[in-house]
């Protein structure tokens, strides 16, 4: 990248300090992704100053979000559902090193990339997972076994509370990344979120610096265990949200 000390100021304003390793990582990163986008369609989001503000700053709000609490040494799981090219998981480990990443899609050859960034990057306790987030909300190996869910997928937040709530343990945080004009869109998912074990705990909206974008960040606490018929298969999260 030709624009790293943009970069690592933008991240200062954000708190985040960034090493000569990570720096190293995020350049890596943004070469394999700019290279394997000419072959397959992982972004339509390509020049630089964009990929640094809407992927790895943006993936890196989360910071600003009191309820994320990184601690060195503290055994802190995450899954980031709907992953895509890797945001906001792969930012989040670069940044997070210590905590423990998965990675979920539904497509094989996004997988296939994610794998070789891993092998690339030599990031450790990171693991990918080819699959549906409906299927393996009901696996006992995934179900409720994460501190914290992440999302920036694009389904609707009730579709998206059935997909990701189901993966968060007790007392632990399903944070949703969504754009600001989405007032309808969570008020229609308390519902949902409810149903699921949730609750809204905070709803913040934060500026990428030196942009005029906002990321709203819609932090839903779990309460109490999701009910065993949640989520639903056969793409009814999606057909017929609750």
Same mark, same amino acid.
């Given at each position: 990248?030709?624009?790293?000390?943009?970069?690592?100021?933008?991240?200062?304003?954000?708190?985040?300090?960034?090493?000569?390793?990570?720096?190293?990582? @995020?350049?890596?990163?943004?070469?394999?992704?700019?290279?394997?986008?000419?072959?397959?369609?992982?972004?339509?989001?390509?020049?630089?100053?964009?990929?640094?503000?809407?992927?790895?700053?943006?993936?890196? %709000?989360?910071?600003?979000?009191?309820?994320?609490?990184?601690?060195?040494?503290?055994?802190?799981?995450?899954?980031?559902?709907?992953?895509?090219?890797?945001?906001?998981?792969?930012?989040?480990?670069?940044?997070?090193?210590?905590?423990?990443?998965?990675?979920?899609?539904?497509?094989?050859?996004?997988?296939?990339?994610?794998?070789?960034?891993?092998?690339?990057?030599? %990031?450790?306790?990171?693991?990918?997972?080819?699959?549906?987030?409906?299927?393996?909300?009901?696996?006992?190996?995934?179900?409720?076994?994460?501190?914290?869910?992440?999302?920036?997928?694009?389904?609707?937040?009730?579709?998206?509370?059935?997909?990701?709530?189901?993966?968060?343990?007790?007392?632990?945080?399903?944070?949703?990344?969504?754009?600001?004009?989405?007032?309808?869109?969570?008020?229609?998912?308390?519902?949902?979120?409810?149903?699921?074990?949730?609750?809204? @705990?905070?709803?913040?909206?934060?500026?990428?610096?030196?942009?005029?974008?906002?990321?709203?960040?819609?932090?839903?606490?779990?309460?109490?265990?999701?009910?065993?018929?949640?989520?639903?298969?056969?793409?009814?999260?999606?057909?017929?949200?609750?």
């Amino acid at each position: 990248m030709e624009n790293l000390e943009y970069f690592c100021d933008e991240l200062k304003k954000i708190n985040i300090n960034i090493s000569e390793k990570q720096i190293e990582q @995020f350049n890596m990163y943004y070469d394999m992704l700019i290279e394997w986008n000419k072959v397959m369609n992982l972004t339509a989001i390509v020049e630089e100053m964009d990929v640094i503000n809407k992927h790895f700053v943006d993936s890196l %709000l989360i910071n600003c979000i009191k309820q994320f609490e990184y601690e060195e040494n503290k055994d802190i799981k995450l899954i980031d559902i709907g992953t895509g090219a890797g945001f906001p998981g792969i930012p989040i480990k670069i940044i997070y090193p210590e905590v423990k990443v998965t990675l979920l899609d539904s497509l094989n050859k996004r997988i296939n990339f994610l794998n070789e960034v891993i092998n690339k990057l030599d %990031l450790s306790d990171i693991e990918t997972i080819h699959g549906r987030a409906e299927e393996l909300g009901r696996n006992a190996k995934y179900r409720e076994q994460y501190d914290y869910v992440v999302s920036r997928a694009v389904s609707n937040l009730s579709t998206l509370s059935e997909y990701c709530i189901p993966f968060v343990k007790k007392e632990g945080y399903f944070i949703s990344y969504k754009a600001q004009n989405s007032d309808d869109e969570v008020k229609n998912a308390n519902n949902a979120i409810e149903k699921l074990g949730g609750k809204v @705990f905070d709803d913040k909206i934060v500026t990428i610096p030196s942009t005029d974008i906002d990321r709203r960040f819609v932090v839903i606490k779990k309460v109490k265990v999701t009910d065993k018929k949640y989520p639903r298969g056969q793409g009814k999260p999606v057909k017929n949200p609750l």
